[in-house]
């Protein structure tokens, strides 16, 4: 009877954790560590790899992109950064994903706009 209440609540724990939403990675990250994860992605034979620079706040600058498989939402001081055409960030299902590609080992300078 026990081993069976165990198996119940188990089988209930990974239903719940299967069934959980799944949420990008956020976090702060430095330009050192972003221009390393896009060096060793861009080494991959099919890379399509982007930063798309999203906007900036009063404390940080905002950009997504996709590491190996993943979106990853990249945070990073405005104290380690200067960009030199700054747009407002937003979190509104209303505005677009971002504004424009940046190229993180060119100073995140701005390569192409997002259509």
């Known amino acids: 009877m026990k081993m069976n209440v165990l198996y119940a609540i188990g089988a209930m724990a990974i239903l719940v954790a299967c069934s959980a939403p799944y949420q990008a990675q956020k976090s702060v990250w430095t330009v050192k560590e972003v221009q390393e994860s896009y060096n060793k992605d861009s080494a991959k034979k099919y890379n399509t790899n982007c930063v ?64």
Do not use: C, M
């Open 52 to 115: 798309l620079y999203r906007g900036t706040d009063n404390q940080a600058h905002y950009f997504l992109t996709q590491f190996t498989d993943k979106w990853v939402f990249l945070t990073i001081k405005k104290t380690e950064l200067s960009i030199t055409e700054e747009k407002p960030y937003k979190v509104d299902s209303a505005v677009k994903l971002g504004y424009y590609y940046v190229d993180p080992n060119n100073h995140f300078v701005k390569t192409r706009d997002f259509n």
